[in-house]
């Protein structure tokens, strides 16, 4: 406890952080609520003088928008697909991680390095992967993907580029993504079975457990708590997602014949702030907030039913 | 069902690649369990004990030997197929399931022709929990149950699928003391009428003493004595023995045999005509003392201490191994303020043991 005397002592050394929180978290989320709830707003016509109604037509305005639907769709079935697939993965691959002696290090580094890797750089490579193979402006593009289903005597597929689908393109970036958030996933379930008293599986051989059902009835109850963990920060990862599209797409946020066909919430948001629309930018933040907010409270939810102990 | 231990022998091969020292946890230990008995594996930390139970269990494959259930041989067999139940220190109950999901588990596992249908496997869990008195518990979590009452249900959890052998490892040591005193009857009770041959493992000698039908006492992997426990109090087999058993421990005095009699320093306190002259170790439980102004043995008194039916007379003399010597005598023994005490001493809780081998030397009076 600090001594009341000596409180303004405290605020001194929380100042720095307060300040700086102050002005880069506080006042822009407040600001972001005003500019949202103001009509029409942006930033250029206040400087010229101009003043707004209050009112909720940004709301209901970027709701009309096909790009903001399209946005909102991609984005969900995105995080839909992907968290609970990167979970279940992360989750085999951590207890077949945990239960290999020799070279678990080695196995353990190599899963982690996306990690550490730049995402921009993850998807240059990925667009080069799922390249046609073909020349495009005097450029010979080996795509290794279109090269391997060669190979085995299938027909190359357009994945990224003119004459793709938005089906191939969202294969692309799920595969994309879900290996990009493997390496944390792995590393939290990990740590959990880690910490898993060795006795509840020597108990379990004892009564004659199958794999499947210590895995099913032991492994994944005991891991809940770092099960729901993980996928709730999967879903407010996911309904961020931005720098995996541009990795691959560039920023046009799709294919060259028809830009902006995967752009996200958070593409959105960015798409707004140069045509001086920052009410509208706002309103799609806020709204960006909200579902992740609900999302969040329903994984906490349903969480608490799940997870025990 | 009568277990049979043959020659059976752990080694761990040492982790320190440096030094390559080999632990040889158990020692070719072979004994026969006679069917329905409980057995008590008795010894220090480290004494390979709870090797010996996870063996049995068949958690650790032995390095040599076989181990028998009745007529069959189980040393390769796999732990679910030995038909065994485990007892965990820990209990290892699953944190996430209700008692009475904890108590089906088991069931739930069985395959094939053993395969129970929901209503069998209920009334065996049931079964199992009244046997055990936690029926009223069946759908708490074992986070909300004292550590009592986790213990029924792990010992429930093991009893449900009605094994060939039951095995507890430490099933006490978590326990406070008044509950340990409840709970080793609870054991003997349940063994008893379960009749299931069943080995625990303890490093309590009291605990061994009040409940087993058997002690095994071990050392560094090496059985010292298999008997019932009053004989292992009574006879013991060695100075490891001798000193391991009792409460107050036994008072061990360095002494030597000189033509037929036995000397305690320079005071001869016994006729041991069938000894050869040696140097001897001798072992005195602390109620063989009779404080006798005739008696052979003098010591210093330090101290007494009146525990209402007994007193416990705390003394010293320049030839035990202990600081102290504690003997415990009749309560009408008054010694107010004398310096010295004069013990003679009851002969068959006198114990004379080589000084070099340590093993016990029998005297032809007392055998």
């Known amino acids: ?309 | 069902m009568e277990v049979r231990l043959q020659n059976l022998t752990k080694i761990f091969p040492s982790r320190n690649k440096k030094n390559p020292e080999e632990v040889v946890a158990v020692n070719d230990f072979t004994f026969t369990i006679p069917d329905g008995k409980l057995i008590g594996l008795l010894g220090p930390s480290g004494c390979g004990k709870s090797t010996t139970l996870y063996m049995l269990s068949g958690l650790q494959k032995p390095t040599s030997g076989r181990i028998f259930f009745g007529d069959d041989d189980v040393t390769e067999l796999t732990p679910e197929n030995r038909g065994v139940g485990l007892v965990f220190q820990n209990y290892a109950l699953y944190p996430h399931m209700t008692v009475k999901q904890n108590i089906l588990f088991p069931l739930q596992n069985l395959k094939g022709a053993d395969k129970l249908s929901k209503e069998e496997m209920l009334d065996r869990a049931y079964e199992a929990a009244k046997l055990v008195q936690i029926d009223e518990l069946m759908d708490r979590k074992p986070s909300e149950l004292s550590g009592g009452q986790q213990q029924r249900v792990a010992i429930a959890r093991a009893l449900v699928k009605m094994p060939r052998v039951l095995l507890l490892d430490e099933p006490l040591s978590n326990l406070d003391a008044r509950l340990r005193l409840q709970t080793r009857e609870e054991i003997k009770r349940i063994q008893k009428e379960t009749k299931i041959t069943t080995i625990f493992v303890t490093h309590d000698q009291e605990e061994a003493m009040s409940i087993s039908d058997l002690i095994v006492v071990m050392k560094l992997g090496v059985v010292q004595q298999i008997d019932k426990p009053q004989d292992v109090y009574d006879n013991p087999k060695n100075l490891f023995v001798a000193k391991f058993l009792g409460t107050p421990p036994i008072n061990v005095f360095d002494g030597e045999v000189k033509n037929g009699s036995l000397f305690i320093g320079e005071e001869k306190v016994m006729n041991v005509s069938n000894v050869p002259d040696k140097k001897v170790f001798v072992g005195i439980r602390p109620e063989g003392f009779i404080v006798d102004p005739k008696g052979p043995l003098t010591c210093k008194v330090q101290n007494i201490e009146v525990m209402g039916r007994d007193v416990s007379i705390v003394s010293s003399n320049a030839a035990s191994q202990n600081p102290i010597i504690r003997s415990i005598v009749d309560a009408d023994v008054k010694l107010d303020g004398a310096e010295e005490v004069k013990f003679s001493l009851k002969p068959h809780k006198v114990f004379i043991f080589d000084a070099e081998t340590e093993e016990r030397i029998y005297l032809d009076e007392v055998k």
Not at chain 1, 9 to 24: G, H, Q
Not at chain 1, 258 to 279: C, E, H, M, S
């Open chain 1, 1 to 309: 406890m600090v001594d009341s005397k000596h409180q303004w002592k405290a605020w001194l050394y929380l100042a720095p952080a307060i300040i700086l929180l102050l002005i880069f978290t506080v006042w822009p989320i407040i600001n972001t609520i005003r500019m949202a709830f103001l009509n029409n707003y942006s930033l250029q016509s206040e400087i010229g003088g101009a003043t707004f109604s209050i009112g909720i037509q940004n709301f209901t305005r970027i709701l009309r928008y096909k790009e903001f639907k399209r946005a909102l769709l991609t984005t969900t079935l995105l995080c839909v697909i992907t968290v609970p697939l990167s979970t279940i993965l992360a989750l085999i691959i951590a207890v077949c991680l945990n239960s290999i002696k020799p070279l678990s290090r080695f196995f353990q580094t190599i899963f982690f390095l996306p990690y550490v890797t730049n995402s921009i750089a993850i998807g240059m490579v990925f667009a080069a992967m799922f390249n046609i193979v073909g020349t495009i402006a005097n450029f010979n593009t080996p795509g290794v993907v279109n090269n391997l289903l060669m190979a085995l005597g299938f027909n190359p597929i357009d994945w990224i580029n003119t004459s793709s689908t938005y089906t191939t393109n969202m294969i692309v970036m799920v595969i994309y993504i879900v290996w990009n958030a493997l390496p944390f996933k792995i590393l939290i379930l990990l740590g959990g079975l880690q910490s898993v008293n060795k006795q509840y599986y020597e108990a379990a051989k004892i009564d004659g457990t199958s794999r499947f059902r210590t895995f099913t009835r032991i492994t994944v109850p005991l891991l809940s708590p770092m099960i729901a963990y993980v996928v709730i920060t999967g879903f407010i990862g996911g309904f961020k997602e931005y720098s995996s599209i541009v990795g691959v797409f560039g920023d046009s946020m799709g294919p060259a014949s028809d830009k902006g066909r995967l752009n996200t919430i958070v593409g959105f948001i960015y798409d707004a702030l140069p045509n001086l629309q920052q009410g509208r930018a706002s309103a799609a933040a806020l709204i960006l907030f909200v579902i992740i907010f609900a999302v969040t409270m329903v994984n906490l939810y349903v969480g608490k039913k799940r997870t025990h102990y």
